[in-house]
């Protein structure tokens, strides 16, 4: 349609012979009335070939003149008019006529088809040019309009960025964009996932010494007759269940849990983890625990209760730079519906103070909005009052926060009483028994601590199995080639390869193997994606948890032990 050459001859046979002309090259389009000929320039058209005597028609001139002088800047329409013959000059009304069309190439009559073609190629190859040139126009106008509103939009955010530095001065959480607050919060899961994996390398070394005394311990008060010896051996070990008790609060702090509820003694609890809380708060601080005396049972998540606790306690630490106290203190079985925030009925409450600096009053109301802190850039997430709030309110209480300035700042959690008071759990260390072995068996033990290892084998062949060790997954496996075991006893995090991967190796080269895999601390999501769901034995254990998971693994099928 573009490419299409039009012809309005209205005299004879005019037009058709044009047609057959140029009809094997460009296809040739018969205008008959002018009003038809312009329409069809105006549609689309390469180049137009017209006769001298059908300029005299003034109405195809007056068309032509107002679609001619409509054109964009890209266009000018070629003509081919065939001209009479003429002896003197033309009539003054046929040269304006020409002069109008503007571009023209004026062929005189008689003519023959080569001259006619060759001019209708000419003018076609000049209107494609044109064409060219109105796609590069419009590419040219399409950038510029993109650039326009790169622009529009870079003055728009400079103006929403000005705005929002001028009002910077308030602090004030709802101006920081959706992106900043992303960022903010995948910085902070970075964060803890760096704490977890630094608490969870301490938590295997740590557990893998106080694994070494315990078990160390056991074979004491075995080997030993006096009954001196005994009192402090349960000394020893008390001592070594509270250092594991420890390194489980480190890795409740830095990890991220699903809620867990259970019927929970506050007292005890915060009495448990008072070493924790006074080695967060620092020696500056003077650690105070104000507990009531009657049963203070809830049901909630322990862990996450130690956390809030933690949280407060760093908080009020940071407060206090050059020191100053911190009380802990618990209120049981308040009968009040919190100002109607919620039901009535009995709330335990949990209180943390300290004798800081207080905060202003115009503060006070945004300090439980994720990402609000107001400590220095780098020097807080703005996250703990936000968990201490998100907790309380999931465990079906609510937190508040009590502050003056110059006068400290008060923080209380309350949660809904239990109905039930918690049985006392405290264990009682039992002495040690010997299970029965059975000298048949054979275990390999891959452990990469020659003391662990050194005292588990021990164990075991005082039990009555045939052990083989290996140090490392490396040998262990080619243990296993050498010879199956009967059962294999793994450390989680050694360092040529996990136990979980040793698990998954051994499997695929003996087939199903008893396995019981000990550690201080794993991803227990990578244990189950390679090895499956392994008897699980947690670091620190005693010669009667190793015996009683030999004996289930060996004879009752894979389940989880926990050994404290």
Same mark, same amino acid.
């Given at each position: 349609m573009e490419m299409r050459v039009l012809i309005h001859a209205p005299r004879g046979r005019d037009a058709q012979v044009v047609q057959d002309v140029i009809q094997p090259h460009h296809a040739g389009w018969i205008c008959e009335a002018p009003e038809q000929f312009v329409s069809a320039i105006k549609e689309s058209a390469g180049a137009a070939v017209i006769t001298e005597e059908a300029l005299a028609n003034q109405t195809l001139v007056q068309l032509l003149d107002e679609w001619l002088a409509a054109q964009p800047p890209w266009s000018d329409f070629p003509f081919i008019v065939l001209a009479s013959r003429q002896i003197g000059p033309r009539p003054e009304s046929a040269v304006k006529a020409l002069h109008a069309l503007g571009n023209v190439i004026l062929l005189e009559r008689p003519l023959n088809a080569d001259t006619l073609l060759s001019a209708a190629d000419a003018a076609v190859r000049a209107r494609r040019r044109q064409y060219a040139t109105r796609r590069h126009l419009d590419e040219l106008n399409l950038a510029q309009a993109q650039v326009e509103k790169l622009n529009t939009d870079l003055e728009r955010r400079i103006e929403e960025r000005t705005v929002e530095l001028a009002k910077a001065n308030n602090r004030l959480m709802k101006e920081i964009s959706e992106r900043e607050r992303a960022q903010a919060a995948l910085t902070q899961s970075q964060k803890?996932?760096?704490? +977890?994996?630094?608490?969870?390398?301490?938590?295997?070394?740590? @557990?893998?010494?106080?694994?070494?005394?315990?078990? @160390?311990?056991?074979?004491?008060?075995?080997?030993?007759?006096?009954?001196?010896?005994?009192? %402090?051996?349960?000394?020893?070990?008390?001592?070594?269940?509270? /250092?594991?008790?420890?390194?489980?609060?480190?890795?409740?702090?830095?990890?991220?849990?699903?809620?867990?509820?259970?019927?929970? @003694?506050?007292?005890?609890?915060?009495?448990?983890?008072?070493?924790?809380?006074?080695?967060?708060? +620092?020696?500056?601080?003077?650690?105070?625990?104000?507990?009531?005396?009657?049963?203070?049972?809830?049901?909630?998540?322990?862990?996450?209760?130690?956390?809030?606790?933690?949280?407060?306690?760093?908080?009020?630490?940071?407060?206090?730079?050059?020191?100053?106290?911190?009380?802990?203190?618990?209120?049981?079985r308040i009968k009040t519906d919190l100002d109607g925030q919620l039901a009535m009925g009995d709330y335990v409450m949990v209180s943390v103070r300290d004798t800081g600096p207080g905060i202003p009053p115009q503060l006070l109301s945004k300090v439980f909005e994720p990402f609000f802190t107001t400590k220095?850039?780098?020097?807080?997430?703005?996250?703990?009052?936000?968990? %201490?709030?998100?907790?309380? !309110?999931?465990?079906? /209480?609510?937190?508040?926060?009590?502050?003056?300035? +110059?006068?400290?700042?008060?923080?209380?959690?309350?949660?809904?009483?239990?109905?039930? *008071?918690?049985?006392?759990?405290?264990?009682?260390?039992?002495?040690?028994?010997?299970?029965?072995?059975?000298?048949?068996?054979?275990?390999?033990?891959?452990?990469?601590?020659?003391?662990? !290892?050194?005292?588990?084998? *021990?164990?075991?062949?005082?039990?009555?199995?045939?052990?083989?060790?290996?140090?490392?997954?490396?040998?262990?496996?080619?243990?296993?080639?050498?010879?199956?075991?009967?059962?294999?006893?793994?450390?989680?995090?050694?360092?040529?390869?996990?136990?979980?991967? %040793?698990?998954?190796?051994?499997? *695929?080269?003996?087939?199903?193997?008893p396995v019981i895999l000990a550690t201080g601390y794993a991803d227990m999501a990578a244990v189950e994606r390679l090895a499956g769901k392994p008897t699980v034995l947690r670091k620190p254990f005693d010669i009667n948890s190793l015996g009683s998971a030999v004996a289930t693994a060996l004879h009752g099928g894979e389940r989880t032990l926990t050994a404290v």
């Open positions: 803890m996932e760096a704490i +977890g994996r630094l608490t969870g390398g301490i938590a295997h070394d740590f @557990n893998n010494l106080l694994h070494v005394v315990n078990m @160390n311990l056991e074979l004491i008060s075995l080997y030993a007759k006096d009954e001196k010896v005994k009192p %402090v051996v349960d000394r020893a070990k008390s001592a070594a269940r509270r /250092g594991a008790k420890l390194t489980g609060q480190l890795l409740s702090f830095a990890r991220n849990q699903s809620l867990h509820p259970k019927l929970t @003694n506050v007292n005890k609890l915060l009495l448990g983890m008072r070493d924790l809380i006074e080695i967060s708060a +620092g020696s500056g601080v003077t650690v105070d625990f104000e507990l009531c005396e009657q049963d203070c049972s809830v049901i909630l998540d322990p862990s996450q209760l130690e956390m809030s606790v933690l949280n407060l306690a760093v908080n009020s630490r940071d407060a206090m730079p050059e020191g100053g106290q911190l009380k802990i203190s618990t209120c049981p220095p850039v780098g020097s807080g997430t703005g996250l703990g009052l936000s968990q %201490v709030y998100g907790f309380a !309110r999931q465990s079906g /209480g609510l937190a508040f926060i009590r502050s003056e300035t +110059g006068k400290g700042t008060t923080v209380e959690m309350y949660f809904p009483a239990a109905t039930e *008071e918690v049985e006392d759990l405290t264990e009682t260390p039992q002495p040690a028994h010997i299970p029965a072995g059975e000298r048949s068996r054979n275990i390999l033990v891959v452990e990469d601590d020659a003391d662990v !290892r050194r005292v588990i084998v *021990e164990c075991l062949g005082l039990i009555g199995y045939s052990v083989t060790e290996a140090p490392n997954g490396a040998q262990g496996l080619a243990a296993i080639q050498r010879s199956k075991p009967d059962l294999l006893v793994v450390d989680y995090a050694m360092p040529d390869m996990t136990g979980a991967e %040793v698990i998954s190796k051994a499997r *695929e080269m003996v087939g199903d193997l």
